[in-house]
């Protein structure tokens, strides 16, 4: 997984005139999927809400995806595993220098041992104070948000960016985790979720996440055994 490169020219995090899409590092990151941003033609159209290439909530945007790769055969594939989306998040819950130090190929070890390094510093971050321990997909879906918004050229918050509905966005990613059905949905979520937690907080609080199953286990046979005598 690797990190986005910086933008250039550089964007002003005070001033949000020249985000969006009229910078192309962050316009390529809002891309709908469905478009191509290397192609100049669909660029311009884009830029010029041309009917044939309106940005809505009913395609994905790039930023949600793995090295902004999408594969139409396989829409799941890298979905909400991209790099920023993660540094958004722990920016947000764990704490700004967990995600500027955060490295491409640390699966969550190295933050796990920050944490231990850090001590009573990691006990303040939002993630803490909000009594969270596993990443929700809900919690995801609020990032995504943000950081949609913080790449948009927009001055003020509002539920509606152009044709872009920041309410149904939500709610799609939502369902995706919600609305699942067969054993392979459920186990793609579940791995994802875990996916999400290594990245976060390492290899702590998995029990919290992903509990294992007690009962089979040999404390509660040996008691089971007991009881039964």
Same mark, same amino acid.
Request: proline share 6%.
């Given at each position: 997984?690797?990190?986005?490169?910086?933008?250039?020219?550089?964007?002003?995090?005070?001033?949000?005139?020249?985000?969006?899409?009229?910078?192309?590092?962050?316009?390529?990151?809002? &891309?709908?999927?469905? !478009?191509?941003? $290397?192609?100049?033609?669909?660029?311009?159209?884009?830029?010029?809400?041309?009917?044939?290439?309106? +940005?809505?909530?009913?395609?994905?945007?790039?930023?949600?995806?793995? $090295?902004?790769?999408?594969?139409?055969?396989?829409?799941?594939?890298?979905?909400?595993?991209?790099?920023?989306? +993660? @540094?958004?998040?722990? !920016? /947000?819950?764990?704490?700004?220098?967990?995600?500027? @130090?955060?490295?491409?190929?640390?699966?969550?070890?190295?933050?796990?041992?920050?944490?231990?390094?850090?001590? &009573?510093?990691?006990?303040?971050?939002?993630?803490?104070?909000?009594?969270?321990?596993?990443?929700?997909?809900?919690?995801?879906?609020?990032?995504?948000?943000?950081?949609?918004?913080?790449?948009?050229? &927009?001055?003020?918050?509002?539920? =509606?960016?152009?044709?872009?509905? !920041?309410?149904?966005?939500?709610?799609? /990613?939502?369902?995706?985790?919600?609305?699942?059905?067969?054993?392979?949905? =459920?186990?793609? =979520?579940?791995?994802?979720?875990?996916?999400? $937690?290594?990245?976060?907080?390492?290899?702590? $609080?998995?029990? +919290?996440?992903?509990?294992?199953?007690?009962?089979?286990?040999? +404390?509660? @046979?040996?008691?089971?055994?007991?009881?039964?005598?």
């Amino acid at each position: 997984m690797s990190l986005t490169p910086s933008p250039e020219p550089a964007l002003r995090p005070t001033e949000k005139g020249g985000h969006g899409f009229d910078n192309d590092a962050t316009g390529r990151l809002l &891309c709908p999927v469905d !478009y191509k941003w $290397n192609d100049l033609e669909q660029r311009a159209a884009i830029r010029d809400y041309h009917p044939d290439f309106l +940005v809505t909530a009913d395609s994905w945007p790039a930023f949600l995806y793995e $090295n902004e790769v999408y594969n139409p055969d396989d829409p799941t594939k890298g979905f909400l595993q991209n790099a920023l989306l +993660v @540094k958004a998040f722990k !920016y /947000i819950f764990t704490s700004p220098t967990s995600a500027t @130090k955060m490295d491409e190929k640390d699966d969550g070890q190295g933050e796990q041992k920050r944490f231990r390094r850090e001590g &009573c510093r990691t006990r303040s971050h939002v993630a803490a104070l909000l009594g969270m321990k596993s990443v929700r997909p809900r919690a995801i879906a609020y990032i995504a948000v943000q950081l949609r918004f913080a790449l948009s050229n &927009c001055g003020s918050w509002n539920l =509606i960016d152009g044709e872009f509905n !920041y309410q149904d966005f939500y709610y799609n /990613i939502i369902s995706y985790f919600e609305n699942v059905e067969t054993p392979e949905e =459920i186990k793609k =979520i579940s791995d994802l979720l875990l996916w999400w $937690n290594r990245m976060v907080f390492g290899r702590t $609080n998995m029990s +919290v996440y992903r509990p294992q199953d007690t009962q089979k286990m040999s +404390v509660a @046979k040996l008691l089971s055994r007991r009881a039964r005598m």
